[in-house]
């Protein structure tokens, strides 16, 4: 295998974030997490004290949702927001900038936006990783092409403060010609021009669609350190899977990642 169990699994925030989840779905969730060994569970904030005490001493680390998954929530609410999931034990913080002002060229309102959440969760020790929702930037915006405004967004994010910089929510659901709502998430193209477009200091993390365990691996080789993720039972017993057939010697090619055309 080109990784190990561990990079594999620790690259997976596991996603306990649909509407209709209840206390039982996100006890479930946790313990998913903790058995697979994965970097984090990412949830709602309401939940982050009961993920606690469900992931205490597992190693498996409890992040939060803020302002989504469309942050339009005023600056403050997200970072008071902010400050509630951190004193209830969240150790990262996943906001969603302000998409509209982002759109209508109000960088500066931005900028303050992820700063005032930076400076909040750094304070309590906690990262934070900013989601662009890169299915709304495809036309790009204020004047700027689709790739040169999410560069715009990657250099503002870096100088904010920013852990990561995140392509998606997973629930960007962009209307389309029929009337259906659908979403590609990341992108090849996009986690390849995010990485470029920010600092070593700052990892890159992709989210919406990725299915399967060659999509994770994808990720990882164009440079993303971190992924969402809810099929993180199937994507990790297929390496285990695949781990066993080549110790074993009967080991098959792995088909190819499926980034590139349109998302996972």
């Not at 909040?120 to 990783?129: I, L, M």
């Not at 495809?138 to 990561?164: M, N, P, V, Y």
């Not at 695949?242 to 996972?264: N, V």
């Amino acid at each position: 295998m080109k990784y190990t169990y561990e990079q594999i699994a620790k690259m997976i925030d596991h996603s306990l974030l649909h509407p209709t989840m209840t206390d039982r779905d996100l006890e479930d969730g946790c313990r998913v997490a903790a058995k697979y060994g994965v970097a984090s569970v990412c949830i709602k904030p309401y939940a982050v004290k009961r993920a606690v005490e469900l992931l205490a001493g597992s190693g498996v680390l409890v992040g939060a949702v803020i302002g989504f998954p469309h942050g339009n929530s005023a600056t403050e609410s997200k970072r008071y927001e902010t400050a509630l999931a951190c004193k209830d034990g969240a150790a990262e913080i996943d906001m969603v900038i302000n998409i509209g002002k982002a759109l209508g060229g109000d960088w500066d309102y931005v900028e303050r936006d992820v700063r005032a959440v930076c400076d909040e969760a750094h304070a309590h020790g906690a990262k934070v990783k900013v989601i662009f929702e890169n299915d709304y930037l495809t036309d790009g915006g204020a004047g700027l092409g689709s790739d040169d405004f999410k560069i715009k967004l990657c250099h503002l994010c870096e100088r904010a403060g920013a852990d990561w910089v995140k392509t998606s929510s997973g629930y960007g659901f962009v209307k389309q010609p029929g009337g259906s709502y659908n979403y590609k998430g990341a992108t090849e193209h996009d986690l390849a021009l995010m990485r470029a477009s920010v600092s070593a200091k700052v990892q890159v993390k992709a989210a919406g669609g990725v299915r399967d365990l060659d999509g994770l691996i994808n990720v990882r080789d164009l440079g993303g350190s971190r992924c969402g993720a809810t099929a993180t039972a199937a994507m990790l017993d297929e390496y285990r899977r695949r781990e066993a057939a080549e110790k074993s010697g009967t080991a098959t090619a792995a088909p190819t990642g499926t980034l590139g055309r349109g998302g996972y």
